[in-house]
């Protein structure tokens, strides 16, 4: 995911890369050959020196749009008329997957201001937010990598729309998160497992229920591949970026081991 916007305005207020910030993000359940993995974690290093020496991006400008309004992805030739020859307004990508919400009606989720970005560097963002459902899975949820990750929406490629009526969509799979204590027992000291941190903010959704996909990965790099066991994406429950100082729009999927999740079939549900 690309974003935008110079570095010019900034704040010495908030920093970020510390050791209490564990973003799952940044410690995907993926294993690189070496000594590739080892490139991967000097950036996130590099990143975390960058913020301290320079500080980091104030918030964007907020989007026209609120959260919890109604909106229409214009038709695909408007918003192509708004793209550079890179498919890019004010370096935001327009990405592949996106195509597929064009002439669809979705709520605004959230107001995208500052974000971390896929080099591990915190963004601003200005006029930009994220839809419920639009995500990289594209529209058929046949698309992107498998993360599930929320994409972006520039205001210009938006309209305001009334909501439309809720289609029934039956889930192939529930879980049930399972108690604080029994999460924790599965943890290491810096409160990981197989390297990926159960991060602040997931600590809220103990003990409830959700519909839930095995998380596969799409779009792997030859020197990537998944750790062992079973991870998890629930339905609705996204990172709201409590890991990171400066706070984070980019509202991750949150990542949930099996061992985190009571799992039953959809058959069982009630």
Request: glycine share 8%; aromatic share 8%.
């Amino acid at each position: 995911m690309a974003v935008e916007e110079s570095w010019s305005t900034r704040t010495t207020e908030l920093r970020c890369g510390t050791a209490a910030n564990r973003c799952q993000y940044k410690s995907l359940p993926l294993r690189d050959l070496p000594p590739l993995g080892v490139v991967r974690r000097a950036r996130i290093v590099r990143e975390g020196l960058r913020e301290r020496r320079a500080a980091v991006p104030t918030p964007g400008r907020p989007s026209r749009f609120t959260e919890g309004d109604w909106v229409r992805v214009k038709d695909e030739a408007t918003v192509r008329a708004t793209l550079d020859a890179k498919d890019r307004h004010r370096g935001l990508w327009f990405t592949r997957s996106q195509w597929s919400f064009c002439g669809g009606v979705y709520q605004v989720e959230r107001i995208v201001r500052r974000m971390i970005d896929d080099h591990y560097r915190v963004r601003r963002l200005s006029g930009t937010v994220a839809l419920a459902g639009a995500t990289c899975h594209g529209a058929d949820g046949a698309q992107g990598c498998g993360l599930d990750c929320a994409l972006l929406f520039r205001d210009e490629w938006l309209e305001p729309a009334t909501a439309p009526v809720p289609a029934a969509r039956p889930a192939a799979l529930w879980a049930t998160v399972r108690s604080l204590p029994e999460i924790h027992a599965t943890l290491d000291p810096d409160g990981r497992l197989d390297g990926v941190p159960f991060q602040p903010g997931m600590e809220l959704h103990a003990d409830t229920r959700h519909s839930a996909t095995e998380l596969r990965h799409r779009s792997l790099a030859w020197w990537q591949h998944p750790t062992k066991g079973r991870w998890f994406i629930l339905n609705g429950l996204r990172c709201g970026g409590e890991p990171l100082a400066t706070g984070c729009d980019r509202r991750c999927a949150l990542l949930w081991h099996e061992s985190w999740l009571h799992l039953e079939p959809a058959a069982t549900a009630h």
